[in-house]
């Protein structure tokens, strides 16, 4: 797991790197602000058991939500059920299933990414139906250092475009996020 954890931090930092570029920046700009300063990794370990509720209602697997940090690397065993909406400001919500590629992590914005490129690049809603089969997935999560200042990045901003997110220190954020979901700080 260790070792895992050692590899997907890598994959995922050199992934923001691609996005910096993609952004018109300075490939080490996410370095060069602390963001990995040092690193925020998180490794979540899940299990959706099997059994269907026998209950009419939707039972979500996990409901609706945009992971909290800059990216998150997906990894699962091919089993079904993850969805992302692409349009997450229109009403109702469409649903698409998110296909498994042997070998390939699933990607997700995250919401101090959107914060940093005000709005440009979007999180990813997502939610993961239960299709009464047991699932295993292993979710990486790259928050910013809890130090690093999140503000729009200045090729994401114009006159006409002002930043719609104050600056934020990215533990702030992420402390008001849990509270939020879990009623208490960390
Ligand atoms: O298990 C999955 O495929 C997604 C998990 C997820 O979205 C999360 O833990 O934030
Ligand atoms: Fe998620």
Redesign the pocket.
Known sequence: MEDYYKQVLSAGERLISLIALALDLEENFFHDVGAFNPPNGFL?L?H?PGELSSSNEEIY??SA?S?YGMI?L?A?DGVG??QVCKEKLKKPHVWED?QHISGAF?V?IGDMMERWTNCLFRSTL???MPRGQE?Y?A?F?LDPNPDCVVECLKSCCSESTPPRFPPIRSGEYLNERFKLTYGAGN
């Open positions: 979540r899940l959706y697997g996990a939500h992971d998150t997906l699962t059920g993850l998110v699933i997700n997502h939610r993961v699932r997935s979710a999560f």
